[in-house]
């Protein structure tokens, strides 16, 4: 068996975050001021030599393909490569038949066209770096067909809540898999990347289709864990977050100001790569004031801004304060208004003089897309 | 858009910018950087783009290999679409022998064949080493209505600066009447900016007969133009308003750049729709350190600021170091100012590393490449 993986960024069990997956998915959602969330799944593909890419997505594909496009950021060839939005049109409505399993069954042929030897799923939430070849290296090394990453979490009542949780034997076998109840602290919490090959997968979905018709790809490794023989790998890379709550955006976007961390997320010779959009770079009047902050190109700032992430063409009139805050592409904070632990969405504008929007660093505030206050 | 299908650009793109000194050392002065984020062809080949002309040549010959990488498939411009093409085009051996380009138009003249295979009606003549925008359909609608042979588009400038231009004296009705070059007594204020709306099949005869003349230099100011005159050709005139400069020197280069933390300028030249577009550089967000300090300043993405920038220009993967200083400078990408050096009226270059002073003046402004003594 060849080596070529095809990629299936899996959107079906993502989280939401409060208004900010309201109206777009959770994969599209602004991160880290010039970054949508897929783009880290996207980059280890890119970076792991994965040229087949398809986007598992159950709804929200207006923000999908509005970031995506023809997948030019992400193709290493524009003839060989392809970023694809897979999407179930004839089950995108029905609730509980909308899964991972029929949206793979429509778009059949994208895995056939492929002519992939192994099937790689990752998660847009999980945010990781990690190089997927090595971990092919490893599942042909234990004559695995099937590998799933987890990585030891020491505080489950916080961390990958819902999540799933796995027990590993010495031989590195997956022995169980079970939901996250908070009712313990340490374990085992899956990635939500597995890697399968072909006919492994061919396996799962006639499982599914004999067990139920609601029935995700989860759903049969979890029932038929033990005779399908599933691997564990555990997860080693330099950074690891689950963005799976509002509150863990925040807390997860703002601590990345930290070089330190950043560099662990961002590292030389392991691009990320993601839309452009041609903006100029930033301009800091005279009047500004910017400490610790993270600021996209077209921003304009002239009022200050303490420990923030701006997105793109963000303004920030004289005499207006951003701190501890997530302000997304397109916003603007007039003069006077005050914004702390806050999180604006785009294209947001802050008007009334003298406005404090103040949330908690436990319960950022939360202004919706466009909304003028 | 009209202009579309029957006009072809071609941007003259080979000079050598020698006054740029160290900055046009191994690359050609369109793919200097400017601006933060930009090389100065950028600005050529966007207002072509956003002008809605498909199809462009760029004539390249000092140091072609970056220029031309940098261009690719044109799709930084969106060039690489169904209609649309970019074609570099650097002097090439032919049956005739090997030839450089002798001159802008011998440049020109030496692609017609080129040219032929895309049926133009006008052919628009750029410099690929201007810092302006332009949507040049307006200027080829005059000089369509005016059924001109040529329009020069050209720009008023200071009467104490006009004997550095060619300048040009114009009727009532717009058509030029005179055109001296670099006048050491300006009639006028009118001065060309080089840039040329031909009819296509005007240009050629004038191109063919212009290349088996032993005395011409084959320039289009020197030798095209006043022959044009000469016989009467009509020439009209398009006067452009706006921003514009042609950054043949370091202080010129300079005062661009610090030009651009004028917020006006800064939106008309960079900040405005259509966008200016440029390379996809894959950078992190840019970071501002806990106790950095940055004002009137322009900062790319990718640039890291943990020390001092004022009224200064920081391109993409910059790093300025704690206790580093940066004023009135214009930092090039992926340069290192390290901690405790000053730069003051300077121009840094590509992924220099500043590990001492460099220290300029106004009209003396300091060049530094990191590659002096290599």
């Not at chain 2, 300006?186 to 003349?213: C, H, N, W």
């Amino acid at each position: 068996m060849g080596n070529k993986i095809v990629g299936l960024v899996n959107l079906h069990h993502s989280p939401t975050l409060g208004g900010l997956t309201e109206r777009r998915c959770l994969a599209s959602v602004s991160f880290l001021s010039r970054y949508a969330l897929m783009d880290f799944t996207l980059s280890n593909m890119v970076n792991s030599d994965i040229d087949y890419i398809g986007v598992l997505a159950p709804d929200s594909i207006r923000s999908l393909t509005k970031h995506i496009g023809a997948g030019g950021p992400w193709m290493t060839n524009t003839k060989n490569s392809k970023v694809q939005v897979l999407y179930d049109e004839p089950h995108a409505h029905q609730l509980g038949y909308n899964s991972d399993v029929n949206n793979i069954r429509e778009n059949w042929w994208f895995l056939e066209e492929s002519r992939a030897d192994y099937v790689l799923f990752a998660p847009a939430h999980v945010l990781h770096i990690m190089d997927y070849r090595q971990l092919l290296s490893y599942a042909k090394a234990m004559g695995a067909r099937c590998t799933m990453v987890y990585a030891k979490v020491n505080d489950l009542d916080d961390e990958a809540r819902g999540g799933l949780l796995v027990d590993v034997d010495s031989q590195y076998n997956i022995t169980r898999m079970y939901a996250n109840r908070g009712d313990r602290s340490e374990g085992f919490a899956s990635l939500g990347i597995v890697l399968m090959d072909r006919s492994f997968l061919y396996q799962v979905m006639s499982l599914a289709q004999s067990s139920s018709s609601f029935f995700s790809i989860l759903d049969v490794l979890v029932t038929h864990c033990q005779e399908l023989g599933i691997k564990g790998y555990e997860y080693a890379g330099p950074y690891m977050r689950r963005i799976d709550t509002f509150s863990h955006y925040y807390r997860y976007s703002l601590e990345l100001l930290d070089p330190q961390l950043r560099r662990k997320l961002i590292q030389p010779g392991w691009p990320i790569y993601t839309k452009s959009y041609d903006t100029p770079p930033a301009f800091y009047a005279k009047t500004c004031e910017v400490r610790d902050s993270a600021i996209a190109n077209g921003c304009i700032i002239e009022g200050t801004v303490r420990h923030s992430i701006l997105g793109r063409d963000v303004v920030v009139e004289s005499g207006a304060v951003i701190e501890d805050s997530i302000i997304l592409s397109g916003s603007r904070i007039c003069a006077g208004a005050q914004v702390r632990c806050a999180v604006l969405d785009k294209d947001c504008s802050v008007v009334t003089a003298g406005l404090h929007i103040e949330g908690t660093p436990a319960a950022p505030a939360f202004i919706k897309r466009g909304d003028r206050v | 858009m009209a202009t579309g299908n029957d006009v072809v650009a071609m941007i003259l793109a080979g000079g050598r910018g020698t006054r740029l000194k160290a900055l046009t050392a191994g690359i050609a002065k369109p793919a200097v950087f400017f601006g933060g984020k930009y090389r100065i062809i950028d600005f050529a080949l966007s207002n072509v783009a956003n002008s809605g002309i498909d199809r462009v040549g760029v004539l390249t010959q000092y140091e072609s290999t970056v220029l031309s990488t940098y261009i690719g498939s044109g799709s930084n411009w969106g060039l690489n679409g169904n209609k649309s093409m970019v074609s570099v085009l650097p002097p090439r051996e032919t049956d005739k022998g090997i030839a450089w380009y002798r001159g802008t138009a011998d440049a020109i003249a030496q692609n017609l064949a080129w040219l032929d295979s895309l049926h133009p009606q006008q052919v628009l003549i750029l410099s690929g080493d201007h810092i302006y925008r332009q949507d040049y359909t307006e200027m080829i609608e005059l000089h369509r209505t005016r059924g001109a042979d040529l329009t020069v588009a050209c720009i008023n400038v200071d009467i104490s600066e006009a004997s550095r231009f060619g300048i040009m004296s114009v009727d009532q009705r717009g058509f030029v009447t005179r055109f001296d070059e670099k006048p050491a007594h300006p009639e006028s204020t009118l001065a060309s900016m080089g840039i040329y709306v031909f009819d296509y099949q005007y240009l050629r005869a004038a191109l063919i007969t212009d290349a088996k003349d032993p005395s011409s230099e084959h320039d289009f100011g020197k030798n095209i133009i006043p022959k044009m005159l000469a016989e009467k050709a009509r020439i009209c005139a398009y006067v452009y308003k706006g921003y514009w400069r042609d950054v043949g020197t370091i202080e010129s280069l300079w005062q661009a750049n610090m030009d651009l933390l004028d917020p006006v300028t800064e939106h008309d030249l960079i900040g405005c729709m259509p966008r200016l577009f440029s390379t996809h550089t894959h950078s992190d967000p840019q970071y501002i350190g806990p106790e950095a300090e940055v004002d009137d300043s322009l900062i790319n993405q990718g640039a890291q600021v943990y020390g001092h920038v004022d009224r200064s220009v920081i391109f993409n993967e910059v790093v300025v170091e704690k206790d580093a200083r940066v004023e009135s400078s214009v930092v090039m990408p992926a340069a290192v100012i390290r901690s405790g050096v000053t730069v003051r009226y300077a121009l840094i270059g590509l992924q220099a590393e500043v590990d001492h002073d460099i220290i300029g003046e106004p009209g003396n402004i300091a060049v530094y490449t990191g590659k002096e003594d290599r």
